[in-house]
């Protein structure tokens, strides 16, 4: 089974700073990887979408970037605002198969 | 597209009742997918279907739940008899399914129904 694992579990950073969230997976034989947004109370915002073949996407002040080989991806958040404040969760979907495996998510914390 | 549409938002029912959470995915996906998420186990993916059939309900954690896709538009997830630990946030999502938009969008989630049992 492929376990996701995501660290830090919480971060708090003041406002303008760059930061990195760090995604891990076990099984190397994804399909695809996504970034998901989750603010208090509500649903999973899609972020980022990165196929296997990919090693990066961007958006906006957000750059992920996926390594198979080491079982890792990374979210990039550049010159972070209050309003970047969620928990951002990272989901892994199987060679084979169609389910996403989610991390816990790190909850980020924006200091005005 | 309004996305996908869950129903109720909130739903607070005492032990023993039965409950049902609505899903309505996004007009034209192939994949619809319930999952539940806790504080202690985060989400975990309960059952989806492909075309309206049940592909994987493994998930599914007690014969207590069960779930249903009648057809493309609309999906049941019922809990009965309902237990306190069932209290959770249940999240509906879809996906187009292989060779459409998946490879550019992933899933949509719907904004869940906070289930409460007291």
């Known amino acids: 089974k492929q376990e996701v694992t995501q660290i830090p579990a919480a971060l708090s950073v003041p406002e303008g700073e760059n930061l990195v969230l760090n995604c891990s997976f076990t099984?190397?034989?994804?399909?695809?990887l996504q970034w998901f947004r989750q603010d208090p109370g509500k649903g999973l915002t899609s972020l980022l979408l990165i196929q296997s073949s990919q090693r990066e996407q961007t958006s906006g002040r957000l750059n992920a970037s996926l390594d198979k080989s080491s079982g890792r991806s990374t979210l990039y958040i550049a010159a972070s605002q209050p309003g970047d404040s969620a928990t951002y969760l990272c989901?892994?979907?199987?060679?084979?198969?169609?389910?996403?495996?989610f991390g816990t998510g790190t909850s980020l914390t924006v200091i005005p | 597209d309004a996305g996908v549409i869950q129903s109720p938002r909130h739903e607070v029912t005492e032990m023993g009742q039965e409950v049902t959470l609505r899903c309505k995915p996004i007009?034209?996906?192939?994949?619809l997918f319930w999952y539940r998420q806790t504080m202690m186990r985060g989400l975990e993916l309960l059952i989806y279907?492909?075309?309206?059939?049940?592909?994987?309900d493994s998930g599914m954690p007690e014969d207590r739940f069960s779930a249903k896709m009648p057809n493309a538009s609309f999906s049941t997830l019922k809990i009965q008899p309902s237990e306190p630990r069932d209290s959770a946030v249940y999240f509906c999502?879809?996906?187009?399914?292989?060779?459409?938009?998946?490879?550019?969008?992933?899933?949509?989630f719907g904004s869940g129904t906070r289930l409460t049992v007291v």
């Open positions: 999502a879809s996906r187009p399914g292989t060779g459409r938009s998946w490879n550019n969008y992933g899933y949509t």
């Open positions: 099984d190397s034989a994804i399909y695809n």
């Open positions: 989901a892994v979907s199987r060679l084979t198969g169609n389910q996403f495996y």
């Open positions: 279907f492909n075309n309206n059939v049940p592909i994987d």
């Open positions: 007009s034209g996906h192939d994949y």
